[in-house]
């Protein structure tokens, strides 16, 4: 099958920016929306038969699936053996992500036409969004490492663009910045990585670098650096690319404030896609970290299992609806890294890849939906905050429905699709590491509490007194809703096990009852004390805030970690490094260039008298000269 | 006629041209009609280049040209050109073309201004397509001059002071120069009386290792000085400062190349044991360099000084990229030239624009210009994601290659430099999204600026012409990189040849 038709999927949102960009402001606003939605359409559609066509009509049952270039073409020759291709790889991994990109981009530009009317910057706003499609679908259909940095770049820019869209508020600036500058110090650590793994295996390429036989793997051996391999410690530089994107510990800081950015960016770049490029990351590489590097993959796990329970915790004590949902992302995307750290290669040991990537997709269809829920309260009530929220189920129905639904998803509770990819990832970590999966049983129920805790705080609890009676969103904005529920409520049938495995060849996979059982039980607990705790107001939040009172002051500021950022950016960097330094050129470099002008000018002045134009001090000096050096040859000679 | 001497002799006209004119708007015509001509020129002279190329021409250097001028010395006006110098001179037409249109206002003694720039920039292009040092020496001095002239009279701030402590830096660099040059000449061949000033002939003598130990810290310095090298990097701030739009556009985005591109034609390739023997000084000040001049930027709250701090970290690059000494790095270096040429001489130009409407450059006095200058907003943006180095804009490009490039050294100095030298993609971020953030986005500050007209349709031209070619570079770089590699091949062929005879 000839795969180079892909090569548009990404190429027709690329187009949509340019035209939206360079002609945007010229067109009425919707002509702008509908243009992007129908690229995104087209690129969706190419993007469905694509998955049709790999997963099942031009598949061979019972053979292993093979990643296949569609495409490939030399962009820059570096070295005489690096050279940087750009191109369409087609693999399970890419073509799955196909899938959940333009799905979610869709949605998110129908819900988008709705939720930005009006808005000045609309064709703007549209024109980014078909960049970051454009450059999201590139990176996850990346033949090699540096074409997936380029585009890991240029995701990072739509990202910064689209954080800091309302650029007049300087909220938005300073998150729009501070989610760039986060993410490219991680990026510095991603290029080191790229750098030293392409030096030592001499290739840039996924086919090449992820081939159980190739050079990469078995040049694995050897210790460099504390004990480790340069392969493991390229894999963990790369792995911390990957963090900074997947808003894992201690990157995350930039994450809850990239929610100043529209919500359909929310749900489309901070919850679905860009968000997940560091678990595709590792994804992509899997075979070389799990057959190559152990080391570096138990680095992924426990990054990501403290990151999932850590966000949890904070998530608990948020009030701002979005950063609930910001937590939240983390700690999901805490529970894929981890999936894929606990994970072995090839056959059933490879369950933790299939439960990483399953657990991604789902959460792509639920996590969308409740930002996109959460945008549609927003334009309701005008707030993000939960104290301005109650009762709101009465005004905003389809609003309520698909937000439960989506609720019930993240907290496990089958049939909903998140049952069954959690219960995957659970069975995955107690195979391989038991405090790892005591850890996320706690935060299976931890996510249970403050999910539900955020539904009765905005659909049911106190009844809150509106200015203006709520209204349910227009149907452009309903619509992607509904799709989104049903795609929460289904996709858990999706029989991962036989389509996205670590090796490509399927393997059987059945739930496991006596982890899926106790998972849902603690599942439910979590509801159950969210129910007595918030359906109606009552006191109980508040003492529970007071007999925990340092542990929820904690939590509720993050942990203080960006209070330890701003130290280290405002103190060190810029007080204790940059104006030093400010200081010592102007005054010790540039002081001494100076200095030397002014002795050459001392000087100047010094001896000027020599050259005075007066006659008599000429003569003066001439005659004592021509008497001392009489002297001196009668005398001395 | 050899289409060479036409980048001389283009000026030549163009500046009897302006001294026929009466007025600003006579000037200025005849300067953008011949730096014009120029532009197109360069692009032909690329054209042909790479035909002639294809047609299987493989001698070094292509369109030679020469003519004794000075018997006694053995002084020829010898004309040739390479990859190298085609790409250089093409960054060289756009960034002059791109001038005229940024200073399509300069209302103070026109005529003067324009016959200055243009012999700044014939100077320019005379070093590019020189093979002889002297001449080569000759034209550098006609391109340091004028900027004189440029930053005394039509400068702004305190701008005697700046004009006096640019030109006596880059003076002193010229003596050092002159001391590396003469070195070079007397030791550039065995018999005393076929000493010569022609490169080629040079690079195939052999300089005794004694003289080069001596004569290397000379003509690289001498050359550094120009390009920015810490810490003989202090003219820069306060020269681009006080310059007027199209001088610090011209001196950051051309002049500031002499530097690079004698670094390493000179410098490295006739002396290469010594170039070995040295590097790591010099590897040591060009990474501080690309590192401090980034923190410098940080702080600073004058756009010109925070370009300007800019410009050291970038140039810095260039030079620590030509000390790597491999193809690869080198091939970085020069589009690094190139790249941070286009860039900075956007950024000036955008600076002045701005300057213009709003009468102040400092960040803290502006805000929110992106509501009232959208064109200029977004054409600032677009330069400052190209300078932090976003692919898809010819400074990722650069990066990338230098970076690739270094890391083919096996041992830790090397691998730690380049790491210390990569950091800077960070730090650049801060400063450039400081900027940003503060001039362009936020609410805005100032009321007077709530009625600036966006930019004129010169401006445009200014602009467009450079985002243009960074946007070329940036998306299809291999043609480029395949012109600059060629080149490259002789060049690094001698260094590794000689590396591996005399020092090991």
């Given at each position: 099958m000839d795969y180079t038709y892909t090569l548009f999927i990404p190429l027709v949102p690329l187009f949509v920016f340019l035209i939206l960009g360079l002609l945007g402001h010229k067109m009425p606003p919707i002509v702008a929306g509908l243009i992007g939605t129908l690229g995104l359409g087209l690129s969706a559609v190419l993007s469905y038969f694509t998955a049709m066509n790999y997963f099942w009509t031009s598949h061979v049952p019972e053979t292993a699936y093979t990643s296949i270039k569609g495409f490939e073409v030399e962009w820059l020759h570096l070295t005489e053996k690096l050279t940087i291709h750009l191109g369409v790889l087609i693999d399970p991994i890419s073509v799955m992500m196909l899938v959940v990109i333009t799905t979610v981009s869709l949605m998110v530009h129908i819900y988008s036409i709705g939720y930005m009317?009006?808005?000045?910057?609309f064709y703007r706003f549209f024109s980014f969004l078909s960049l970051f499609s454009f450059s999201m679908l590139g990176l996850v259909l990346a033949t090699n490492i540096f074409q997936m940095y380029i585009f890991w770049e240029l995701v990072g820019v739509s990202s910064f663009l689209l954080i800091g869209f309302y650029y007049e508020k300087p909220s938005a600036v300073a998150a729009s910045k501070k989610a760039f500058i986060v993410t490219r110090f991680a990026d510095l650590g991603f290029l080191i990585g790229i750098l030293m793994l392409s030096f030592n295996t001499g290739t840039f390429d996924f086919q090449t670098l992820t081939d159980p036989h190739g050079p990469a793997i078995a040049q694995a051996g050897g210790v460099a650096f504390m004990g480790m391999s340069v392969l493991t410690w390229s894999l963990i530089f790369i792995f911390v690319g990957g963090a900074g994107k997947s808003a894992m510990?201690?990157?995350?800081?930039w994450l809850p404030d990239?929610?100043?950015?529209?919500t359909p960016v929310s749900a489309l770049i901070h919850a679905a896609t860009m968000v997940v490029a560091g678990v595709y990351l590792v994804a992509r590489l899997f075979p070389v970290f799990a057959l190559g590097a152990p080391d570096a993959l138990h680095v992924v796990a426990w990054i990501g299992g403290f990151s999932s329970i850590f966000a949890a915790v904070i998530a608990c004590t948020q009030t701002d609806i979005k950063r609930v949902l910001a937590f939240s992302t983390m700690s999901q995307i805490g529970y894929m890294m981890l999936a894929l750290g606990v994970s072995g290669y090839g056959g059933e040991e490879g369950l933790g890849f299939m439960a990483s990537n399953f657990h991604l997709f789902t959460h792509a269809m639920f996590k969308a939906l409740l930002f996109l829920g959460a945008g549609a309260v927003i334009h309701a009530v005008h707030s993000n905050e939960i104290g301005d929220m109650g009762n709101l189920r009465k005004y905003l129905p389809i609003t309520h429905i698909t937000f439960l639904i989506a609720c019930l998803t993240i907290a496990g509770i089958p049939p909903f699709s998140g049952f069954f990819s959690k219960d995957e990832i659970l069975a995955a970590a107690f195979r391989d590491n038991k405090l790892l999966f005591a850890i996320e049983y706690i935060v299976a129920g931890l996510t249970a509490f403050y999910m539900f805790r955020l539904y009765y705080g905005i659909f049911w609890g106190k009844k809150t007194h509106y200015h203006h009676t709520p209204h349910e969103a227009p149907k452009v904005m309903t619509i992607p809703l509904l799709i989104l529920a049903f795609g929460s409520v289904f996709a858990g049938f999706l029989p991962f096990h036989n389509l996205v495995t670590s090796d490509g060849k399927s393997f059987e996979s059945h739930i496991d009852w006596m982890i899926a059982i106790p998972s849902v039980l603690i599942g439910v607990l979590g509801i159950a004390i969210a129910t007595v705790m918030y359906k109606s107001e009552t006191a109980i939040p508040d003492k529970m805030a007071q007999s925990f009172k340092h542990l929820y002051k904690w939590a509720s500021r993050k942990f203080y970690m960006d209070e330890v950022y701003l130290f280290v950016t405002r103190k060190i960097i810029f007080r204790y490094i940059s104006m030093p330094i400010a200081w010592f050129d102007r005054h010790i470099v540039d002081g001494t260039m100076n200095g030397i002008a002014g002795i050459t000018q001392y000087a100047a002045y010094s001896i000027k008298g020599l050259q005075s134009g007066k006659l008599q001090q000429y003569a003066f000096v001439f005659v004592s000269g021509t008497v001392i050096l009489v002297l001196i040859f009668v005398y001395l000679v | 006629m050899n289409i060479l001497n036409l980048f001389v002799i283009i000026p030549m006209l163009t500046v009897g041209g302006i001294l026929l004119t009466k007025d600003l708007k006579q000037s200025r015509l005849v300067s953008a009609i011949g730096m014009g001509f120029q532009l197109i020129l360069s692009f032909v002279l690329v054209y042909l280049y790479l035909k002639e190329r294809q047609a299987g021409n493989t001698a070094a250097m292509l369109f030679t040209y020469d003519a004794l001028w000075f018997p006694s010395l053995n002084i020829h006006y010898a004309l040739g050109v390479d990859g190298i110098s085609v790409a250089m001179i093409a960054l060289t037409g756009i960034v002059v073309f791109a001038g005229i249109f940024a200073s399509w206002k300069m209302e103070l003694l026109p005529r003067e201004f324009f016959i200055s720039l243009i012999i700044l920039a014939s100077g320019v292009f005379g070093f590019f397509i020189s093979l002889d040092l002297f001449t080569m020496f000759l034209f550098y001095e006609l391109a340091v001059i004028p900027m004189y002239l440029l930053i005394g009279i039509w400068g702004s701030g305190p701008k005697e002071y700046s004009a006096m402590k640019l030109t006596l830096m880059l003076m002193a660099g010229s003596a050092m120069l002159l001391v590396g040059l003469l070195g070079i000449y007397f030791f550039s061949s065995p018999d005393p009386h076929a000493l010569t000033f022609n490169l080629i002939e040079i690079s195939k003598a052999h300089i005794p290792i004694g003289m080069q130990r001596f004569l290397f810290p000379f003509t690289f310095i001498g050359f550094g000085i120009l390009g920015a090298l810490f810490p003989f990097h202090t003219w820069s701030p306060d020269g681009h400062a006080s310059a007027p739009t199209a001088v610090s556009m011209l001196h950051a985005g051309v002049l500031m190349k002499l530097g690079g591109y004698g670094a390493f034609r000179v410098a490295i390739f006739l002396m290469p044991e010594a170039a070995h023997e040295q590097a790591w000084i010099f590897l040591i000040l060009t990474a501080i360099s690309v590192v401090y001049g980034a923190f410098s930027a940080i702080v600073q709250t004058d756009l010109k000084y925070i370009n300007a701090y800019s410009s050291v970290s970038h140039c810095g690059l260039v030079l620590f990229a030509v000390l790597m000494m491999n193809q690869t790095a080198m091939n970085g270096a020069i589009v690094q030239m190139i790249s941070h040429g286009l860039m900075t001489a956007l950024f000036f130009a955008l600076i002045g624009m701005i300057y213009g409407r709003t009468h102040t450059r400092l960040i803290n006095e502006m805000g929110g210009l992106m509501k009232v200058i959208p064109f200029l907003g977004v054409v600032y943006v677009i330069a400052g994601l190209a300078s932090l180095g976003l692919p898809g804009f010819s400074g990722f490009v650069a990066e990338m290659i230098i970076f690739v490039g270094s890391f083919q050294h096996t041992d830790l100095f090397h691998r730690v430099i380049t790491i210390v030298a990569a950091s800077s993609i960070v730090i650049t971020a801060v400063y450039i999204l400081r900027v940003v953030g503060t001039l362009l986005l936020g609410p805005i500050k100032n009321d007077h600026f709530l009625h600036l007209e966006d930019a004129k349709w010169y401006e445009r031209i200014s602009t467009i012409t450079l985002v243009i070619a960074i946007t070329a570079i940036g998306t299809a770089p291999y043609w480029l990189t395949d012109m600059i590699n060629y080149s490259l091949v002789p060049i690094v062929q001698k260094l590794s040849s000689i590396q591996l005879t005399s020092l090991y």
């Amino acid at each position: 099958m000839d795969y180079t038709y892909t090569l548009f999927i990404p190429l027709v949102p690329l187009f949509v920016f340019l035209i939206l960009g360079l002609l945007g402001h010229k067109m009425p606003p919707i002509v702008a929306g509908l243009i992007g939605t129908l690229g995104l359409g087209l690129s969706a559609v190419l993007s469905y038969f694509t998955a049709m066509n790999y997963f099942w009509t031009s598949h061979v049952p019972e053979t292993a699936y093979t990643s296949i270039k569609g495409f490939e073409v030399e962009w820059l020759h570096l070295t005489e053996k690096l050279t940087i291709h750009l191109g369409v790889l087609i693999d399970p991994i890419s073509v799955m992500m196909l899938v959940v990109i333009t799905t979610v981009s869709l949605m998110v530009h129908i819900y988008s036409i709705g939720y930005m009317k009006g808005d000045p910057g609309f064709y703007r706003f549209f024109s980014f969004l078909s960049l970051f499609s454009f450059s999201m679908l590139g990176l996850v259909l990346a033949t090699n490492i540096f074409q997936m940095y380029i585009f890991w770049e240029l995701v990072g820019v739509s990202s910064f663009l689209l954080i800091g869209f309302y650029y007049e508020k300087p909220s938005a600036v300073a998150a729009s910045k501070k989610a760039f500058i986060v993410t490219r110090f991680a990026d510095l650590g991603f290029l080191i990585g790229i750098l030293m793994l392409s030096f030592n295996t001499g290739t840039f390429d996924f086919q090449t670098l992820t081939d159980p036989h190739g050079p990469a793997i078995a040049q694995a051996g050897g210790v460099a650096f504390m004990g480790m391999s340069v392969l493991t410690w390229s894999l963990i530089f790369i792995f911390v690319g990957g963090a900074g994107k997947s808003a894992m510990f201690p990157f995350h800081i930039w994450l809850p404030d990239a929610m100043e950015g529209p919500t359909p960016v929310s749900a489309l770049i901070h919850a679905a896609t860009m968000v997940v490029a560091g678990v595709y990351l590792v994804a992509r590489l899997f075979p070389v970290f799990a057959l190559g590097a152990p080391d570096a993959l138990h680095v992924v796990a426990w990054i990501g299992g403290f990151s999932s329970i850590f966000a949890a915790v904070i998530a608990c004590t948020q009030t701002d609806i979005k950063r609930v949902l910001a937590f939240s992302t983390m700690s999901q995307i805490g529970y894929m890294m981890l999936a894929l750290g606990v994970s072995g290669y090839g056959g059933e040991e490879g369950l933790g890849f299939m439960a990483s990537n399953f657990h991604l997709f789902t959460h792509a269809m639920f996590k969308a939906l409740l930002f996109l829920g959460a945008g549609a309260v927003i334009h309701a009530v005008h707030s993000n905050e939960i104290g301005d929220m109650g009762n709101l189920r009465k005004y905003l129905p389809i609003t309520h429905i698909t937000f439960l639904i989506a609720c019930l998803t993240i907290a496990g509770i089958p049939p909903f699709s998140g049952f069954f990819s959690k219960d995957e990832i659970l069975a995955a970590a107690f195979r391989d590491n038991k405090l790892l999966f005591a850890i996320e049983y706690i935060v299976a129920g931890l996510t249970a509490f403050y999910m539900f805790r955020l539904y009765y705080g905005i659909f049911w609890g106190k009844k809150t007194h509106y200015h203006h009676t709520p209204h349910e969103a227009p149907k452009v904005m309903t619509i992607p809703l509904l799709i989104l529920a049903f795609g929460s409520v289904f996709a858990g049938f999706l029989p991962f096990h036989n389509l996205v495995t670590s090796d490509g060849k399927s393997f059987e996979s059945h739930i496991d009852w006596m982890i899926a059982i106790p998972s849902v039980l603690i599942g439910v607990l979590g509801i159950a004390i969210a129910t007595v705790m918030y359906k109606s107001e009552t006191a109980i939040p508040d003492k529970m805030a007071q007999s925990f009172k340092h542990l929820y002051k904690w939590a509720s500021r993050k942990f203080y970690m960006d209070e330890v950022y701003l130290f280290v950016t405002r103190k060190i960097i810029f007080r204790y490094i940059s104006m030093p330094i400010a200081w010592f050129d102007r005054h010790i470099v540039d002081g001494t260039m100076n200095g030397i002008a002014g002795i050459t000018q001392y000087a100047a002045y010094s001896i000027k008298g020599l050259q005075s134009g007066k006659l008599q001090q000429y003569a003066f000096v001439f005659v004592s000269g021509t008497v001392i050096l009489v002297l001196i040859f009668v005398y001395l000679v | 006629m050899n289409i060479l001497n036409l980048f001389v002799i283009i000026p030549m006209l163009t500046v009897g041209g302006i001294l026929l004119t009466k007025d600003l708007k006579q000037s200025r015509l005849v300067s953008a009609i011949g730096m014009g001509f120029q532009l197109i020129l360069s692009f032909v002279l690329v054209y042909l280049y790479l035909k002639e190329r294809q047609a299987g021409n493989t001698a070094a250097m292509l369109f030679t040209y020469d003519a004794l001028w000075f018997p006694s010395l053995n002084i020829h006006y010898a004309l040739g050109v390479d990859g190298i110098s085609v790409a250089m001179i093409a960054l060289t037409g756009i960034v002059v073309f791109a001038g005229i249109f940024a200073s399509w206002k300069m209302e103070l003694l026109p005529r003067e201004f324009f016959i200055s720039l243009i012999i700044l920039a014939s100077g320019v292009f005379g070093f590019f397509i020189s093979l002889d040092l002297f001449t080569m020496f000759l034209f550098y001095e006609l391109a340091v001059i004028p900027m004189y002239l440029l930053i005394g009279i039509w400068g702004s701030g305190p701008k005697e002071y700046s004009a006096m402590k640019l030109t006596l830096m880059l003076m002193a660099g010229s003596a050092m120069l002159l001391v590396g040059l003469l070195g070079i000449y007397f030791f550039s061949s065995p018999d005393p009386h076929a000493l010569t000033f022609n490169l080629i002939e040079i690079s195939k003598a052999h300089i005794p290792i004694g003289m080069q130990r001596f004569l290397f810290p000379f003509t690289f310095i001498g050359f550094g000085i120009l390009g920015a090298l810490f810490p003989f990097h202090t003219w820069s701030p306060d020269g681009h400062a006080s310059a007027p739009t199209a001088v610090s556009m011209l001196h950051a985005g051309v002049l500031m190349k002499l530097g690079g591109y004698g670094a390493f034609r000179v410098a490295i390739f006739l002396m290469p044991e010594a170039a070995h023997e040295q590097a790591w000084i010099f590897l040591i000040l060009t990474a501080i360099s690309v590192v401090y001049g980034a923190f410098s930027a940080i702080v600073q709250t004058d756009l010109k000084y925070i370009n300007a701090y800019s410009s050291v970290s970038h140039c810095g690059l260039v030079l620590f990229a030509v000390l790597m000494m491999n193809q690869t790095a080198m091939n970085g270096a020069i589009v690094q030239m190139i790249s941070h040429g286009l860039m900075t001489a956007l950024f000036f130009a955008l600076i002045g624009m701005i300057y213009g409407r709003t009468h102040t450059r400092l960040i803290n006095e502006m805000g929110g210009l992106m509501k009232v200058i959208p064109f200029l907003g977004v054409v600032y943006v677009i330069a400052g994601l190209a300078s932090l180095g976003l692919p898809g804009f010819s400074g990722f490009v650069a990066e990338m290659i230098i970076f690739v490039g270094s890391f083919q050294h096996t041992d830790l100095f090397h691998r730690v430099i380049t790491i210390v030298a990569a950091s800077s993609i960070v730090i650049t971020a801060v400063y450039i999204l400081r900027v940003v953030g503060t001039l362009l986005l936020g609410p805005i500050k100032n009321d007077h600026f709530l009625h600036l007209e966006d930019a004129k349709w010169y401006e445009r031209i200014s602009t467009i012409t450079l985002v243009i070619a960074i946007t070329a570079i940036g998306t299809a770089p291999y043609w480029l990189t395949d012109m600059i590699n060629y080149s490259l091949v002789p060049i690094v062929q001698k260094l590794s040849s000689i590396q591996l005879t005399s020092l090991y």
